[in-house]
């Protein structure tokens, strides 16, 4: 089925777009890969009257450092972010999680700018950027703000971004000497039924002083497990999956989920644990799975 009529606006600067979203309203969307958005319009899902096409906006395809932050261009495509030298020597974890999503012709067109603002649930991003502390930042014609990853997704298709906003770049602390981190999924066809991220910083004796463990893709929203950071602190490292292993069974299995052809909930809480122990294992270095497991 083609999408029904609409008119594309190629804008040159940021100023632009924001005149065109401000003209438009709620007839305009703004896209880049068009991964997501192009398929909701040919089956007829979306309709907007007017696209705003960011393509030419080089400087939201930037992949850089920037002081504390490791800076991902909004426009930045996933196989960009897998292959790109810093990502893979900075964070390797977010670099392998690129390079397993959906497909190559997703990840060369795809955007993670545009994979966050869509929020379609069963997305990898998500757990991962949450557990590493990731922001996105996001502009409009009143200036810019940050927003956390861990709040920014906050249902299926729903996001904190305001109309006439745009996110620019995506921002990731760069990891502190030592921190370990790994993401682990199940995919039913190219997207995953259930992922897991597991982020660990231990101390100069392997004592762990921080854990980030997030659960993506069951429910509409990357969801934490404080219970299970908790039970980690202070734990060495070779005693963490021992120590978090049966509170994480508990925590998770009271967990949002949703019903869907992915799985019914339950048996999505029970992927997302095998995907945590899987990824816990990763993040240690004691890994044996596959890393990513399609259905």
């Known amino acids: 089925m083609l999408p029904r009529r609409f008119e594309l606006h190629r804008p040159r600067s940021l100023p632009e777009v924001f005149d065109l979203l ?35 906006l080089a400087e939201l395809a930037v992949i850089e450092e920037a002081g504390d932050d490791v800076v991902i261009g909004a426009l930045a495509s996933h196989h960009r972010i897998a292959t790109h ?39 990898d991003p998500p757990a991962l950027l949450a557990a590493l502390g990731a922001r996105v930042r996001l502009q409009g014609k009143e200036g810019q703000r940050d927003c956390a990853v861990a709040n920014f997704i906050l249902g299926d298709f729903e996001t904190e971004r305001q109309p006439g906003e745009v996110m620019t770049a995506i921002l990731v602390p ?28 231990p101390d100069a004796t392997g004592k762990v002083v921080q854990a980030q463990f997030w659960i993506g893709a069951v429910s509409g929203r990357p969801l934490p497990l404080p219970a299970t950071m908790a039970a980690a602190s202070g734990k060495a490292m070779h005693d963490v999956a021992e120590a978090c292993l049966g509170i994480a069974a508990e925590e998770i299995a009271v967990i949002e989920a ?38």
């Open 22 to 56: 401000d003209r438009h309203g709620d007839d305009a969307s703004v896209y880049a890969g068009g991964t997501e958005l192009l398929i909701a319009l040919k089956a007829r899902v979306l309709h907007y009257p007017h696209l705003v096409d960011l393509k030419a």
């Open 85 to 123: 030298p810093l990502m893979q020597r900075l964070l390797p974890a977010y670099a392998e999680l690129s390079d397993g999503i959906a497909n190559i012709r997703v990840r060369c067109a795809g955007t993670l700018g545009g994979n966050l603002c869509f929020a379609e649930p069963h997305a």
């Open 258 to 295: 949703s019903d869907d052809s992915h799985g019914s909930a339950d048996y999505k809480r029970h992927l997302a644990l095998t995907m945590l122990e899987r990824a816990l294992a990763a993040a240690r270095g004691h890994e044996t799975e596959a890393k990513r497991v399609p259905a």
């Open 174 to 201: 760069k990891p502190a000497p030592g921190l370990q981190a790994a993401y682990r999924c199940y995919g039913a066809g190219e997207r995953p039924a259930a992922g897991a991220a597991a982020v660990i910083l």
